[in-house]
Nanobody, 114 residues
């Protein structure tokens, strides 16, 4: 069963940038479509964007133009480059494959605050 480990979160001021990483176990990562999600306490986890195995990307409207998803199949890693961060981007960020089996990693906390 594939597992994902997210990293790269932290505290950043509004307008700042962060790059999150998500590394997968297993050796079939290149076949996966991958997505990033985020969750605020008390709210449902929401989809942020995705990257298909062929590299095509799609984003939710609120992050389009600010966030970029990329992948390095040689490292079994997908990235989420976040720029022009806003306080409303504060959340725990998760990655998972599409479709997923309901198993989630620990996520990485992103806090945008002055």
């Amino acid at each position: 069963q594939v597992q994902f480990v997210e990293s790269g979160g932290g505290l950043v001021e509004p307008g700042g940038s962060l790059r999150l990483s998500c590394t997968a176990t297993g050796n079939t990562f290149g076949d996966y479509h991958m997505a990033w999600y985020r969750q605020v306490p008390g709210k449902q986890r929401e989809w942020v964007g995705q990257i298909m195995s062929g590299g095509a990307t799609t984003y939710r409207f609120s992050v389009k133009g600010r966030f970029t998803i990329s992948r390095d199949n040689t490292k079994s890693t997908v990235y989420l480059q976040m720029t022009s961060l806003k306080p409303e981007d504060t959340a725990v960020y998760y990655c998972n494959k599409l479709p997923n089996d309901g198993t989630w990693g620990q996520g990485t906390q992103v806090t945008v605050s002055s």
